[in-house]
């Protein structure tokens, strides 16, 4: 494995069954209670880095896979979100886990709930954060411009997604920084504050860079589930679960957001004031705290 960002953070490459690789890092407590930390669209593993300090006090072990396509693990021939949840349990396995928690930040969302759904008891608690909800359902009148962009007419074009995303990627490696602005120029005001501060846009745009490096196979298979029916029911996740959203959260639609939450039997909202969608990248020992409070 090349590349500064293994350099700077060890991973593990492991080989689920037919011949599929999945690239893992770990954060926290080595010998911590596990919690699978699933990162957003686009991202990498690197998402939970600074998550590291906080999870280690917390007695936590954070493993943050590469999703589908992203940094070091391959993509999925047929993607589907039971499908998703059939590796974490090949993984968990792997890794010798009983019981863990699951994470799912904005695109890790629909991910981390197919999880919990499929795999019951296995998992102990749910935290959702700004995630995605279920597009297919959400009427019309109900998302941005943007949102019905991004989620219904992109997918749609054929090499819509990876034509652009190939584009982003570029612009990641010859001017970060500026990748970073474009990713968050009609976010909310506490993003764009959030995303000014020079550790969070460096984080941001190595979490980026690494997630798109091998190509845009990872946005591509995101976007398709996205924009389509699930085939995971909201109503079979059986174990506690709590949602974040900004209020100001520009980057998902709300409603879909909200939806989810009513669907979920056991779920919690909390809609956080002012807030947008990078609220995470400040408050991860909220979330961590939350979930470690059952094991």
Avoid at 72 to 88: C, F, I, M, N, Q
Avoid at 116 to 138: D, F, H, K, N, Y
Avoid at 169 to 178: E, K, S, T
């Amino acid at each position: 494995m090349a590349g500064k960002a293994h350099d700077l953070l060890p991973a593990r490459i492991l080989d689920l069954d037919r011949g599929r690789r999945v690239c893992v890092a770990e954060f926290g407590a080595r010998d911590g209670f596990p919690v699978i930390a699933l990162h957003g669209t686009p991202g990498s593993r690197l998402k939970y880095a600074a998550a590291d300090a906080t999870a280690t006090s917390l007695g936590l072990r954070l493993i943050s896979p590469d999703r589908w396509g992203y940094g070091g693990t391959d993509a999925h021939a047929k993607p589907s979100l039971s499908e998703y949840a059939r590796d974490v349990r090949v993984l968990a396995d792997m890794l010798g886990l009983g019981r863990f928690a699951v994470i799912g930040i904005s695109g890790g969302g629909p991910y981390a709930l197919g999880v919990a759904a499929q795999l019951g008891s296995c998992v102990t608690r749910l935290a959702l954060v700004a995630p995605v909800g279920p597009i297919s359902e959400t009427p019309r009148r109900e998302m941005r411009p943007f949102h019905r962009f991004c989620f219904r007419v992109l997918p749609r074009i054929p090499g819509g997604t990876r034509l652009v995303f190939r584009a982003y990627r570029r612009l990641l490696q010859v001017a970060p920084g500026p990748a970073i602005s474009v990713a968050t120029f009609r976010t909310a005001p506490a993003d764009i504050e959030l995303a000014a501060a020079a550790d969070v846009r460096g984080r941001l745009a190595a979490t980026f860079r690494e997630g798109l490096r091998p190509g845009a196979s990872g946005p591509v298979i995101d976007l398709r589930l996205f924009s389509r029916a699930w085939d995971i029911d909201p109503a079979d996740v059986a174990t506690p679960t709590r949602l974040w959203l900004g209020a100001d959260d520009r980057n998902v639609p709300q409603f879909a957001v909200r939806s989810l939450a009513r669907r979920i039997p056991q779920a919690e909202l909390t809609v956080l004031g002012g807030e947008g969608h990078l609220w995470v990248l400040r408050n991860y020992r909220d979330v961590l705290e939350w979930v470690g409070a059952v094991r």
